[in-house]
């Protein structure tokens, strides 16, 4: 009976594992996205998942939209957004040093969440549970509607998203951007409409994701993007970033390390140990577990 | 250059600024008014509790006023937010006492914001009342009491007390599971005070885990718990993570009694959790909205009536009555002398307030009684009040 | 050598005077202590500017974990007085040597990693330094260590703050400092040219590491607690807000961002958000208009004798 419990422990948290990294692979998607086209880590992005939560929620409250019509809406709403700042904060600053891009990134960041703050006020708020509150119960194995929701949905969006990069001409045109863009224009390719369209997809994900999480855990408040938005960035670096199966593996791998350290350790290591992760592999594999190391030349 | 002169004149700016605002707290003490200092969490992670702390302070001196004052003067006060940051709080009270000269100061409503701040009421001989703040350290340190710290709440010791005798006694349980907020003095000092009493009645604890504040996932540690079939879950944290916590153990299927303390007092926590995850859960609170004693019942009238109809949490009614205190000590001073006041303060006896009569202790407590309150259907009921022994 | 000396003389004289106007003022009270208090916090963020500076404006290495270091300062600092009951000159000299040396264990493995993986990895050592201080009880765990004395006074915090200023100003004009600066503009040409980049890397955030350490120890002394709550991410943007103000590579900038953004923040101390909500534009602004920030990359004095002596470079 005892070893029964430790390996259903040990099933349970895989799933709970996967779940979590589900979420995690959904915001560092659009990370990875940004990242591989025009090399800025965008630390505004947990920030669009932080508006893209709230616009859901107030679609959801204020106007009554059934939720996949109110996570639409966010999704174009913060598509818009994303597409601004990048024209406001970062375009600018496309031939400075890379410091200034990522110092104007950190600005954005803040200007989102105090912003959200001083608006919204700080208290969260509740978000009802519109993906249902289905539960399954597989021989002991507790599982969710909500989860698989998730899951289902990050993986459909992978799949998307990398049939768009492979297969159409749009794609070939963004990877011919984070190529080289001077040779890309060249080619009759407009690097600023490309780099746009990118900002755009990957603010959509991210707003679907602060959807999703807001349904899934019922409460938002304007600083619930920092945590994800630093996770989400270790697990598309873990992956190798710039690659999207890459952000989906390095999503899932985080979420079961993160459940196992909660479940056999502590959970208060659970940070701890996912930025470990980050250093480490920073340190030991910068390309990630996917990726090809690309030399740098003068 | 141009940009010497820019540099100079922001430099310039940002001095006469601050110099002005500075100027602005420096002007003579109104002696028509007696300026009561606020240092409150009005943003960051305690929030709730400091804003409604704000909410029933100023209901109770919109009262007082009405009636005319203290000793014939209006009471006025001045309200400092410290953002729920122990730094900001040694900040606010420095700024309250040295610029706007008050005579005592309330607040803040967390214990780590207290202990920041006593070293500078001490230093300035000027009373602290701490209203819900319940670590027993605020009034005593190492043994010794702290002779300008108050407070107008039970002390966590008489909490966890309470609590372990409802696990023990009411719940009837052999063994229970821990799940505290290691972020908080708070949920770890009630978590201690449990984990004693429990073991000197031979109830073992299975389990032992932690969380920070901010957190979202349980999903890991909850399962954890599970695993090893606890009778009861208990999660002396705030409501914000207890909340996620009943709802995520409910679906994981941990279906034993879920017990808390006063910290789950708030409108969040049935909101997030949902109705039905709330069935067979308790916690100890300071006072019910639902008391059917006349005085809690005119109070939550008022207030209501004050503030559009928000019903009043325990951090507005504790807030209220400590005001109460506070003015009542104010009067039996005859004056807004600080040390005046301080002895006043020590020497409370039998005071009717709203929620009953209030004695100060030696350790500067007042005996304060407790009552569980029990979630059915989402709503609260009292299920039994205890009296301080 | 007689000219520099005479300078220096000088310039501490006028130090000394500062001193004096400053410290009576405080000990007659014609300085309120809301004054003094910020006065001592600006003393404190030079320290931390200044050494920030060295990191990330002089050697060009974008360092995002400063709080980490100060933590680390201000913990170990305040073991030794709390727990130790040593005095405040022991607790200095511990807690610089100890943020340093994690300076040295943080600056060496990260030293292949670039822009903004260096960012990112130097945050997420900062925040290692958090958590992991935040989970251990015997210095206060997430309750902070409480109980500390107040032995910052205004002579320790200006002192310090003159002797971190000199030594990384001389530190900056010495051959090593120009090897740093080599390293910034472009370093695979500075290791064509035979600078050990890995030596100056390392030193850099050494160094930078050993001055929050130290502001960690005065920071802890003059407000009785240590609390994980102090050193987060956002104190080590606080820091970058004002290096970037003041100037990547300006001692002098660092000195008057620290001056005119602590009295910013104590202005704005009544609203939060708003205060957060101005850095954010500040750093937006000043990157795109004016990247060099107020003062740039020169120094204060050189512009002034610049301009006494005609514009010759």
């Known amino acids: ?298 | 250059m141009k940009s010497k002169k820019l540099i100079c004149l922001v430099a310039v700016v940002a001095m006469l600024t601050s110099l002005l605002s500075g100027c602005g707290q420096q002007s003579a003490n109104d002696s028509n008014v007696i300026k009561i200092g606020v240092n409150m969490e009005m943003t960051g992670g305690a929030a709730t509790y400091g804003t409604a702390a704000v909410d029933g302070l100023k209901l109770a001196v919109k009262e007082v006023n009405a009636k005319g004052g203290i000793n014939g003067k209006k009471v006025e006060l001045v309200i400092v937010d410290n953002k729920s940051d122990a730094a900001e709080s040694t900040n606010a009270i420095t700024k309250l006492i040295t610029d706007d000269k008050v005579c005592a100061v309330f607040g803040p409503a967390t214990t780590s914001a207290v202990l920041a701040e006593i070293q500078v009421s001490e230093d300035n001989k000027v009373p602290i009342l701490a209203p819900l703040a319940t670590g027993a350290i605020v009034t005593v340190d190492k043994g010794a009491v702290r002779p300008f710290a108050f407070r107008a709440c039970f002390i966590d010791p008489f909490q966890g007390k309470v609590l372990a005798e409802f696990l023990k006694k009411d719940l009837a349980v052999k063994n229970v599971a821990m799940l505290v907020d290691n972020s908080s003095d708070y949920s770890k000092g009630i978590a201690a005070v449990i984990t004693e009493d429990l073991a000197k009645s031979g109830v073992t604890v299975v389990a032992n885990e932690a969380y920070l504040q901010k957190d979202q996932d349980f999903k890991a540690t909850l399962t954890k718990i599970k695993a090893k079939n606890p009778q009861a879950l208990v999660v002396p944290g705030y409501a914000e993570e207890a909340a996620k916590i009943v709802k995520q153990a409910r679906e994981l299927g941990i279906t034993c009694p879920i017990v808390g303390a006063d910290g789950w007092d708030s409108p969040i926590l049935v909101e997030v959790a949902g109705a039905k995850n709330m069935n067979n859960t308790y916690f100890t609170n300071h006072y019910s909205s639902q008391d059917p004693d006349p005085a809690v019942r005119k109070f939550v009238e008022d207030f209501k009536a004050e503030y559009n109809g928000k019903e009043p949490s325990f951090a507005a009614a504790i807030s209220y009555d400590g005001a109460y205190l506070l003015f009542d000590a104010i009067k039996r001073a005859g004056s807004a002398d600080p040390e005046k006041i301080t002895a006043a303060l020590a020497n409370t006896k039998d005071l009717q307030l709203m929620m009953g009569k209030l004695s100060m202790d030696a350790n500067h407590n007042p005996l304060k009684s407790a009552v569980i309150i029990e979630y059915k259907d989402g709503k609260q009921s009292m299920k039994t009040k205890i009296q301080p022994n | 050598m007689n000219k520099m000396l005479k300078r220096d003389m000088f310039v501490l004289g006028i130090c000394a005077v500062l001193f004096a106007l400053f410290q009576l003022g405080f000990t007659f009270k014609i300085i309120g202590s809301f004054w003094q208090l910020n006065i001592i916090l600006v003393c404190i963020n030079i320290i931390l500017a200044v050494s920030l500076n060295l990191i990330n404006g002089y050697t060009g290495q974008f360092s995002l974990g400063h709080a980490g270091f100060m933590a680390i300062g201000a913990y170990v600092g305040a073991i030794c007085t709390v727990k130790l009951a040593l005095p405040l000159v022991v607790a200095l000299i511990a807690g610089a040597l100890f943020a340093g040396f994690v300076g040295l264990l943080i600056g060496l493995p990260t030293l292949r990693l670039k822009g903004d993986y260096l960012a990112i990895a130097t945050l997420g050592f900062g925040e290692i330094i958090r958590l992991t201080v935040l989970n251990i009880p015997y210095i206060g765990g997430a309750s902070g260590l409480t109980g500390i004395p107040r032995l910052t006074t205004f002579a320790w915090v200006f002192w310090l703050m003159i002797l971190t200023v000199f030594i990384i100003k001389n530190l900056i004009n010495s051959s090593a400092g120009r090897a740093c600066i080599a390293v910034r503009e472009n370093e695979i040409a500075a290791e064509a040219m035979g600078v050990n980049t890995t030596k100056y890397k390392v030193m850099a955030f050494t160094v930078g590491a050993v001055f929050a350490g130290i502001a960690g120890v005065l920071f802890a002394h003059y407000f009785y607690l240590v609390h994980p709550s102090s050193f987060t991410f956002m104190k080590s943007i606080d820091i970058l807000t004002i290096v970037v103000l003041g100037g990547l590579g300006s001692m002098a900038g660092s000195i008057i961002g620290a001056i005119v953004l602590t009295f910013v923040s104590a202005v704005l101390a009544s609203y939060a958000e708003w205060r957060m909500i101005i850095y954010a534009v500040l750093l937006i602004v000043v990157m795109i208009f004016r990247p060099q920030g107020l003062l740039g990359d020169k120094d204060l004095t050189e512009r002034i004798l610049n301009r006494l002596k005609g514009g010759k470079r």
């Open chain 1, 1 to 298: 009976m005892e070893s029964n419990s430790i390996v259903m422990q040990i099933v349970q948290q895989c799933v709970n594992g996967i779940m979590l990294g589900s979420i995690y692979a959904l915001l560092a998607l659009g990370y990875t996205m940004v990242y591989g086209i025009i090399r800025l880590i965008n630390f505004a992005h947990g920030d669009i998942f932080m508006v893209g939560a709230y616009v859901c929620f107030f679609a959801i409250t204020t106007f009554h939209l059934p939720f996949f019509a109110a996570l639409i809406v966010a999704m174009i709403l913060s598509a818009a957004l994303g597409v601004l700042i990048e024209k406001i904060a970062y375009k600018p600053l496309r031939n400075a040093p890379r410091i200034a891009v990522l110092i104007s990134a950190i600005g954005v960041s803040l200007l989102l969440e105090y912003g959200g703050v001083a608006l919204l006020t700080a208290q969260p708020r509740f978000f009802p549970p519109a993906l249902g509150e289905v539960i399954f119960d597989i021989g002991g194995i507790i599982i969710n509607g909500p989860q698989i929701i998730i899951l289902a949905v990050s993986v459909v969006l992978m799949i998307a998203l990398t049939y768009v990069i492979k297969f159409t001409t749009v794609g070939k045109a963004m990877r011919a951007v984070s190529f080289d863009a001077e040779a890309a224009s060249l080619m009759g390719i407009n690097p600023n409409r490309i780099i746009s369209a990118t900002f755009a997809i990957g603010s959509a994900l991210a707003a679907a994701a602060g959807g999703l999480i807001g349904a899934y855990y019922n409460s938002i408040d304007p600083l619930m993007g920092v945590m994800p938005g630093i996770k989400a960035f270790v697990a598309a670096v873990l992956g190798g970033i710039g690659i999207m199966p890459g952000a989906m593996l390095g999503g899932v791998i985080l979420g079961v390390v993160e459940s196992f350290v909660s479940g056999f350790w502590s959970s208060t290591y659970r940070d701890v140990v996912a930025f470990a992760i980050l250093i480490i592999i920073l340190i030991v594999k910068p390309a990630g577990l996917l990726g090809k190391y690309r030399g740098e030349k003068v």
